[in-house]
T-cell receptor
Framework: GAGVSQSPRYKVAKRGQDVALRCDPI?????LFWYQQALGQGPEFLTY????????KSGLPSDRFFAERPEGSVSTLKIQRTQQEDSAVYLC???????????????FGAGTRLSVL | AQKITQTQPGMFVQEKEAVTLDCTYD???????LFWYKQPSSGEMIFLIY??????QNATEGRYSLNFQKARKSANLVISASQLGDSAMYFC????????????FGQGTRLTINP
């Protein structure tokens, strides 16, 4: 596709509900990242995939957060038993190579704004 | 300690003027990369410019340039001839260390261009 696509753009959940956020990366991009952006803050890293392998999940705040990328393309971030503190914008980014290159640009989607009531 | 510090929560500039957005970083790793992103109200993070720690020259991309002062650990973004469409949040970010993939972001600066 032309860019990183995320859906839904907005999600309202009642506390305790499970949610699933989808990310379609740029076609052919090997690496995929999820970030969480609280209101008025910079994005914070959640997790990273290289193809279908989840290589770094050090930023996931709790075991209620789970991410997958089963076929190495589309990724889903799932949050179980949502809490009010999960309210944030969830950003997905992709980049074209897993090989470390200093200038490996991450291209971002527009994000999913999650509001937990 | 904050890895990336952006000390200007908000900046107001007249159209057509140049503006400098400040960014300082903290790392002991000799290999790192510094990035600037723009985030308009639509929410998407737009890549603007990159500077590598080993780059000898300051990066430039059109109206954007990066004032890289390695000894001071600063990587300020300079926007020349500002336009109304430059109004947005601007984030400085760092990728730290060989093999690293994730970006660490600062708190951002909200830039407003006045006509």
């Amino acid at each position: 596709g032309a860019g990183v696509s995320q859906s839904p753009r907005y999600k309202v959940a009642k506390r305790g509900q499970d949610v699933a956020l989808r990310c379609d990366p740029i076609s052919g991009h090997v690496s995929l990242f999820w970030y969480q952006q609280a209101l008025g803050q910079g994005p914070e890293f959640l997790t990273y995939f290289q193809n279908e392998a989840q290589l770094d999940k050090s930023g996931l705040p709790s075991d209620r957060f789970f991410a997958e990328r089963p076929e190495g393309s589309v990724s889903t971030l799932k949050i179980q038993r949502t809490q009010q503190e999960d309210s944030a914008v969830y950003l997905c980014a992709s980049s074209s190579t897993w090989v470390y290159q200093a200038k490996n640009i991450q291209y971002f989607g527009a994000g999913t704004r999650l509001s937990v009531l | 300690a904050q890895k990336i510090t952006q000390t200007q929560p908000g900046m107001f500039v007249q159209e057509k003027e140049a503006v400098t957005l400040d960014c300082t970083y903290d790392t002991s790793d000799p290999s790192y990369g510094l990035f600037w992103y723009k985030q308009p109200s639509s929410g998407e993070m737009i890549f603007l410019i990159y500077q590598g720690s080993y780059d000898q020259q300051n990066a430039t991309e059109g109206r954007y340039s990066l004032n890289f002062q390695k000894a001071r650990k600063s990587a300020n973004l300079v926007i020349s001839a500002s336009q109304l469409g430059d109004s947005a949040m601007y984030f400085c970010a760092m990728r730290e260390g060989e093999g690293a993939q994730k970006l660490v972001f600062g708190q951002g600066t909200r830039l407003t261009i006045n006509p």
